[in-house]
């Protein structure tokens, strides 16, 4: 039952003046909720190569010197879906967020940890339960 095993996530921190940079999602899973850049870890891909790779697909922006997070396992009942979702921490260089990908993010903006706006994705919500903060 392959369609049963979990998938990895890769989910990116990209940290700038005590502000993280936070989507809102549409078109998937998770749907009008917020989450950091990120997606799926392909088939031998690095960690890091993805993470650099969704942001850059997702943001325009380019980020590196990751430093390596909490990871979550996040069940998704009702789509029925398992994720073991990985963070990455990044600092922000310099640009924008762009949205590069306007069927599956809404927006982006910088916003205070201790003040994400909710609804929030799943796998944000398992990282704040153990109490994580990269700031």
Not at 65 to 91: A, C, P, R, S, W
């Amino acid at each position: 039952m392959e369609n049963n095993r979990p998938k990895i996530g890769i989910g990116v921190i990209i940290k700038k003046d005590n502000k993280v940079l936070i989507g809102k999602r549409k078109n998937s899973h998770g749907e009008g909720t917020w989450s950091f850049p990120g997606g799926h870890l392909e088939f031998k891909e690095g960690i890091e190569d993805c993470a650099q790779r969704e942001v850059e697909e997702e943001t325009g922006l380019i980020v590196g010197n990751f430093e390596k997070g909490k990871f979550t396992n996040d069940i998704f009942d009702k789509e029925n879906k398992h994720y073991v979702t990985l963070f990455m921490i990044t600092n922000w260089e310099n640009g924008e967020p762009e949205i590069r990908e306007p069927e599956k993010c809404e927006e982006w903006k910088w916003v205070e940890w201790n003040n994400l706006p909710k609804p929030l994705f799943l796998s944000i919500e398992n990282l704040l339960k153990d109490g994580f903060d990269p700031c």
